[in-house]
């Protein structure tokens, strides 16, 4: 447990409130988010700076370039697929497979874009699924609101399932020595269990706005006339293939997403010759902008010891007698709650290292290793911007056209933290429950 911090000190104080400060910024909506998340970054770096704590190279290297270049690359890709009437077809298939019933649709949305977010990074499902499902609900005249959140948050829940479902999982299993199946054998009935009552709680919360706003008639379009570019079309779903396809290798051939991503990019450029400016006026440059200086703010938390001095603290318990499972669930929550006002990425990386060494003291760490996966999988759905998916859903709801289809600050507490929350119950009950299968299989180191 070398290196851990001497306790609660001025820059901890100083950073944590300057993160209070930027959160109560965005939260009010006083001003656009981006703008708020600029602010608060601009206050951490110089602050940090005076005190010694940050620095405007650490504040350059905690903006997760990979993340950022992925987003861009998908909004890129998405952006050439949008005009040949890709999406509206799918739109039209999937609409007509829900029958007009607003639940069914929920339902099967959420467990589509579960499973693919299984194997596939949530940010880039939520990017290719967010645009069809506004589609979809406009064309069955419904409120996107539902659908939107849904989306965000069970793509979330499926990717704590796998092994690459989520970079912290990543990082984990590389940590312990878990391999994907054993990963998915832990994870998977314990995400069944969250999804299902995630989605219970959502068709309860949102049954409101599940109702039709108007009269239903999209299902007797005619899905083979959406279709207005099928060259460019095939070229574009060439190129997503191949990225998906390396999706699943990169780790192979040591290739970052981001990488990948601009690999179908560039394909379809070879492909298309598409002019550029109309791309990149479809990019979503204020959720980029928004994510640089929210790394950037949760970069100075991380410096100023914050992290680790809470990491250290929950490593205590650990060590005590009879209290491996009371630090499980005390990890577990105390990660969701810290996903969802950082990033996960940073307290996964802080925890590693202190996990690590209490393995060396000889305890049991396997189920800690499953209790923190759980925790920064999970806690994302707590607020609006706990999570990449979350923010990218809420970006689709403010240029949807529906009013009533904004995802607020407020909407998203009222009507997201209640489901965060029981996913979070039901994760402990199953934890609890079976403990000796999640305690009874020690990572490999």
């Not at 598409?274 to 990149?280: A, F, K, S, T």
């Not at 995802?407 to 934890?431: D, E, Q």
Request: with cysteine.
């Amino acid at each position: 447990m070398n290196g851990a911090p001497a306790g609660f000190d001025a820059p901890m104080a100083v950073a944590t409130a300057i993160l209070v400060a930027a959160y109560g910024l965005i939260f009010s909506e006083k001003i656009h988010r981006a703008a708020a998340a600029v602010i608060g970054a601009v206050v951490m770096v110089g602050v940090g700076s005076w005190m010694g704590f940050y620095t405007q190279q650490a504040a350059i290297h905690a903006v997760d370039a990979n993340t950022m270049l992925l987003l861009t690359g998908m909004m890129m890709l998405v952006a050439m697929l949008k005009p040949t009437g890709g999406f509206e077809y799918l739109a039209i298939r999937v609409a007509k497979f829900a029958h007009g019933r607003p639940r069914v649709l929920l339902v099967t949305l959420g467990a589509a874009v579960s499973v693919v977010s299984m194997f596939l990074d949530n940010v880039t499902t939520v990017v290719v699924f967010a645009p069809l499902t506004v589609l979809i609900t406009r064309l069955l005249n419904l409120n996107p609101l539902a659908y939107l959140m849904s989306l965000a948050m069970l793509s979330n829940i499926g990717g704590v399932a796998t092994l690459v479902g989520d970079p912290p999982n990543i990082m984990i299993g590389s940590a312990a020595g878990i391999d994907f199946n054993r990963f998915l054998l832990h994870m998977g009935p314990i995400t069944v269990v969250t999804w299902a009552a995630t989605t219970v709680l959502i068709l309860v919360v949102f049954r409101r706005e599940l109702e039709p706003m108007g009269p239903v008639g999209a299902v007797d379009l005619d899905e083979r006339k959406a279709i207005r570019d099928p060259a460019t079309l095939r070229s574009v779903l060439f190129a997503l293939g191949v990225v998906i396809v390396l999706f699943f290798l990169h780790h192979h051939f040591h290739l970052f997403p981001a990488y990948v991503t601009f690999i179908g990019v560039s394909i379809a450029f070879v492909l298309l010759r598409p002019e550029i400016e109309p791309i990149l006026h479809e990019v979503e440059w204020p959720v980029l902008l928004f994510f640089a200086a929210l790394f950037v703010i949760v970069g100075g938390v991380d410096a100023s010891g914050l992290l680790a001095l809470i990491g250290h603290q929950l490593a205590a318990f650990a060590t005590e007698p009879g209290m491996l499972l009371v630090t499980c669930l005390i990890l577990m929550w105390v990660a969701a709650a810290l996903s969802a006002v950082v990033d996960n990425i940073p307290f996964t990386v802080t925890m590693i290292p202190i996990v690590l060494g209490l393995e060396g003291q000889g305890v049991n760490t396997a189920p800690l290793w499953w209790a923190l996966a759980l925790g920064v999988g999970l806690g994302g759905n707590g607020t609006h911007i706990g999570a990449t998916a979350n923010v990218i859903c809420v970006a689709e709801s403010e240029r949807c056209g529906v009013p009533e289809a904004v995802i607020t600050p407020r909407v998203w507490l009222r009507k997201g933290l209640p489901a965060t929350l029981l996913s979070l119950m039901a994760a402990s009950l199953v934890f609890v429950l079976f403990f000796d299968f999640f305690a009874g299989s020690r990572s490999a180191g």
